[in-house]
Structure formats: structure tokens, C-alpha cells
């Protein structure tokens, strides 16, 4: 049980347009999602909290208009990286909570060009 | 801000050697712990946790952590790695706050054969 999905687990797109990750509890309902970045060789920087029904808390320094976050049900939380920009290619990782614990989905690498 | 550190960023052992990896966090309220795993290609797994009672955690697959408060430490140990235990390992702390997780920058442990 507890499992998250994420989709796509890879997507490459050209500078300036817009891509939708998908962040999905299969098995169980998350009022709670979380967002995550990973560079190459780095830890995970946590970019938002994401709650079912209200907006999205942001961390420090992450662009809320840039990384668009939507939580419109208790099992889906979107990331749209609006106009993509080299700089944005990474590796996204969402978690959904659970009693507490935090459960991880798979990641999505994006690569923008 | 509370902050999280791994010291051992590469590790290499071979099969049956014992193990430790340092974490050590920066927080001067009370804390819960976890360690979790990151298989090549996989989504980050919970190890083990700690939030309060016996400071000698064991989690999934023979591993164990312990946390002294006195020290802001939770090293992670294994009495014999197995080459199966090649993986990214990351400490993270929640110090209660929306469940939010700081993460260290991970270790990577190599078993050799």
C-alpha cells in the first residue's frame, strides 16, 4: 500500500513552453502532497507544500508564478513549469503524506533545450 | 532554519563490512529522524524513523539507527552490507512543522563484491 506515481517519468521540452508533471496516491487519499527538486549528486530541496481544496505554501526563493502547483483532488497535485528555461532542467520528485510519513513517487526528469 | 548534514558523501565497501554513515542535524527543538533509501532507478524508500521512545531504531532490512540527542546525531549502521545495499542513502529531519522534511545531501554507498 501507499503507492505515488508521477507522470511522465521523463519529458524534454524547447525553452519557453510549458510542461504538467502529475503527482498521483493510487492507493490512498493525500490532503498533503509535497514537491521536491533534485540536482545531479544533490540532496532533495523541498519547493512547495501542496494541499487538496487551498493554495500552495512556497518555499523560500522557488518562483510561485513559475512553478504552478494545483491540488484539485485527494489523490492528484499537478507542477506546471511555465516558459521552461535550461536552468529549470531537473529532477522533480513529489511525496504524498500518510499518517504522517511521507510517501515518494518515482520522479519525472525534465530536460529543457 | 534547521539544516541536516551528511559528512560521508562516497562510501565503498566490500560485502560483509560493516557500516556506518554520519548524520547530524541542526535543530534545537524536538525532532523526528528517518533515514531513507534510493535504489538505482527507484523512488526514495523509508528505511526506518524515529520519533520518540528507544533511542535504537531498526528499520528494513537489518538496518539500525540510533539517535543521542546530546550529540544532534542519528548514524545509520548496518553489522554486514550486502552488494544488494548499493544505493543512494539520505537522513532527513521533520521538526514538526506541517510534516515538512529537510533533507542531507545523501551518501552514496558502493558494495563491492
Known amino acids: 500500500g501507499a503507492v505515488v506515481s508521477q507522470h511522465p517519468s521523463w519529458v524534454i521540452c524547447k525553452s519557453g513552453t510549458s510542461v504538467k508533471i502529475e503527482c498521483r496516491s493510487l492507493?490512498?487519499?493525500?490532503?498533503?502532497m509535497f514537491w521536491y527538486r533534485q540536482f545531479p549528486k544533490q540532496s532533495l530541496m523541498l519547493m512547495a507544500t501542496?494541499?487538496?481544496?487551498?493554495?500552495?505554501?512556497?518555499e523560500q526563493g522557488v518562483e510561485k508564478d513559475k512553478f504552478l502547483i494545483n491540488h484539485a483532488s485527494l489523490t492528484l497535485s499537478t507542477l506546471t513549469v511555465t516558459s521552461a528555461h535550461p536552468e529549470d532542467s531537473s529532477f522533480y520528485i513529489c511525496?504524498?503524506?500518510?499518517?504522517?510519513?511521507?510517501?515518494f513517487g518515482p520522479g519525472t526528469r525534465l530536460t529543457v533545450t | 532554519a534547521q539544516s541536516v548534514s551528511q559528512h560521508n558523501h562516497h562510501v565503498i565497501l566490500s560485502e560483509a563490512a560493516s557500516l556506518e554513515l554520519g548524520c547530524n542535524y541542526s535543530?534545537?527543538?524536538?525532532?523526528?529522524l528517518f533515514w531513507y533509501v534510493q535504489y538505482p532507478g527507484q523512488h526514495l524508500q523509508l528505511l526506518l524513523k524515529?520519533?520518540?521512545?528507544?533511542?535504537l531504531v531498526k528499520g528494513i532490512k537489518g538496518f539500525e539507527a540510533e539517535f543521542i540527542k546530546s550529540k544532534f546525531s542519528f548514524n545509520l549502521r548496518k553489522p554486514s552490507v550486502q552488494w544488494s545495499d548499493t544505493a543512494e542513502y539520505f537522513c532527513?529531519?521533520?521538526?514538526?512543522?506541517?510534516?515538512?522534511?529537510?533533507f542531507g545531501t545523501g551518501t552514496r554507498l558502493q558494495v563491492t563484491l
Open positions: 492507493d490512498f487519499q493525500a490532503t498533503t
Open positions: 511525496s504524498a503524506l500518510r499518517r504522517g510519513e511521507q510517501y
Open positions: 524515529y520519533f520518540s521512545g528507544d533511542p
Open positions: 501542496s494541499n487538496e481544496g487551498s493554495k500552495a505554501t512556497y
Open positions: 532527513a529531519v521533520n521538526a514538526g512543522t506541517a510534516s515538512k522534511l529537510t
Open positions: 535543530y534545537g527543538g524536538t525532532v523526528n
